[in-house]
């Protein structure tokens, strides 16, 4: 309190000397205090009485990356002119809900300055697989990625699937299919023949996997089909995936999520 006196002595002293008329404010070392030098004789007013207790609106941008935590605060904090903005046709993919959004036509209007925003993030399981899409690994690279990421194959069996890409032997075999002449000779043509076989045994290599899981969080699960390629390149397997459909299975999802967010919270979803 010592301290806050001395503070407005001090800057009573200034007001005298320099005739400099305004507010100062004076930090305590828990709160502001105010005080104010009055023209009229320059004595020191204390002006905390005008000070409200809490402040006056609310002002505060709040980001969410998971769904439910979103539309749990907005319910918490809603009016009935609190609106959400909705940013789909790229990444990163957002919803802003105003909650202080100016009223309908003829309505005040309002600050606009407390925000929830919610940011769709993907799934890891997701990302990790869509770091592979269309890549083709060595087998023991893809092998040590299945180990890792086994558990989102939902078809075929995912502990078969591991086992037959550690275990796999392959050979090719090429033969002639077709021979056309040309001006400078004959010209063959070939097809190369994969066989592929384990322990000695041969074997049916799927064409496709199917997985299962969100591609965002908070989301439920999707199915994704995907390509599933294996090759012979300089006497080694060579394995890699291919997700099909994904842009617009990504597009669905961030639609699921705006119907989802539209029922749970019942505010409009402008986009």
């Known amino acids: 309190m010592e301290n806050i006196k001395e503070a407005i002595e001090h800057v009573y002293q200034m007001g005298k000397e320099e005739r400099n008329l305004k507010a100062v404010p004076i930090r305590s070392q828990s709160e502001d205090a105010l005080a104010a030098l009055v023209p009229r004789g ?11 207790e809490k402040p006056r609106r609310k002002e505060i941008e ?6 439910s935590s979103f ?20 990444a990163p993919y957002e919803f802003v809900a ?18 929830a925003t919610l940011e769709l ?4 399981n997701f990302e990790n697989w869509k770091k592979i899409d269309g890549m083709m690994m060595n087998q023991a690279l893809f ?26 032997e392959a050979a ?10 040309t001006n400078s000779g004959m010209a063959f043509s070939f097809q190369e023949e994969v066989s592929a076989s384990v322990g000695g045994s041969r074997v049916t290599i799927p064409d496709q996997l199917v997985l299962r899981m969100p591609i965002f969080d908070g989301m439920g699960e999707e199915e994704i089909v995907c390509d599933f390629k294996f090759r012979i390149k300089d006497g080694n397997l060579i394995f890699g995936i291919r997700m099909i459909g994904v842009d617009r299975m990504i597009r ?8 989802r967010i539209a029922d749970q919270v019942k505010l409009p979803v402008y986009l």
């Open 42 to 52: 320059l004595e020191v007013v204390d002006l905390s009485a005008y000070v409200p």
């Open 62 to 67: 709040r980001r969410f990356y998971e769904l």
């Open 71 to 90: 539309t749990g605060y907005v319910n918490e904090q809603k009016s009935e002119y609190s609106r959400i903005f909705a940013t789909l046709r790229e």
């Open 98 to 115: 105003i909650l202080d959004y100016h009223g309908t036509a003829g309505a005040p209007a309002d600050w606009c300055g407390h925000r």
């Open 121 to 124: 993030t993907l799934s890891e």
């Open 143 to 168: 092998a040590e990625f299945l180990k890792d990421n086994r558990l989102d194959i939902s078809s075929p069996d995912n502990a078969e699937i591991l086992s037959l890409v550690m275990d796999l």
């Open 172 to 181: 090719a075999n090429s033969r002639v299919v077709g021979r056309q002449p």
């Open 252 to 259: 669905l999802a961030v639609m699921a999520a705006r119907e």
